[in-house]
């Protein structure tokens, strides 16, 4: 199975060149240290910052320079700061190519739930809806089952929805896993793991079509 970096890792092969990225809390914020080498992207985060860089090194960190989810961050040349009027003109206007973020839970209609969590007080759903019915493309980054060992893949959603059939890809600890007109389908497992421990680890329909292969992080 993968950790949180690996996961990122496999998110990070799905960034093309000249991409405008928005990257949500969580381990979508761990992408920006994988993007490879040779593509130039502009990774936007909502709070105000348009050509985010990777986490600092102790040395370069500056309070003052953070991401959505309150952690410091680099700037590369060219970047900018701006309110978040400005943020989410870019957000709606759907200026933004590719948006990462977490989820609680995705149906296989491609309905996400990623604002509300069970049994804590949550101050508001943040941009995230904004973000899923804005971005050309949305791509999940999200355990595969709870800590109680339940698929988070289900036929429907039983949180709050953030967004309505707008997740196209899910890569979790298991498996990268496409959203299709007839439900969730298989597309590469982690390294080590099963299509049976995958299948038997998804509650929503699942489609497995020849040799699954796996996944390629280096």
């Known amino acids: 199975m993968l950790d949180k970096t690996g996961i990122a890792k496999r998110i ?4 093309k060149d000249g991409y405008y990225v928005n990257l949500g809390i969580g381990i979508p914020t761990l992408v920006a240290n994988h993007i490879p080498k040779g593509i130039d992207v502009i990774l936007q985060s909502e709070n105000g910052l348009l050509g985010m860089g990777p986490f600092p090194f102790e040395d370069e960190v500056d309070p003052d320079c953070i991401n959505a989810g309150k952690q410091t961050v680099t700037t590369l040349p060219g970047s900018s700061f701006f309110d978040s009027a400005l943020s989410f003109a870019m957000i709606r206007g759907e200026h933004v190519d590719l948006t990462i973020l977490g989820a609680m839970e995705v149906s296989e209609d491609g309905d996400i739930a990623n604002w509300k969590i069970p049994g804590k007080l949550i101050k508001g759903m943040g941009g995230a809806m904004d973000l ?5 493309h949305i791509i999940v980054a999200m355990q595969h089952v709870n800590k109680a060992g339940e698929s988070k893949l289900l036929p429907m959603c039983a949180l709050p929805l953030t967004g309505v059939k707008c997740v196209k890809r899910i890569v979790t600890e298991l498996a990268v896993i496409d959203v299709t007109p007839i439900g969730f389908k ?3 497992r982690a390294p080590g793991v099963t299509v049976e421990y995958i299948i038997a680890s998804t509650k929503g329909k699942l489609l497995v079509e020849g040799d699954i292969p796996e996944m390629e992080l280096d």
Do not use: T
């Open 12 to 15: 990070a092969q799905e960034i």
């Open 132 to 136: 899923v019915a804005s971005a050309k």
């Open 186 to 188: 298989l597309i590469e």
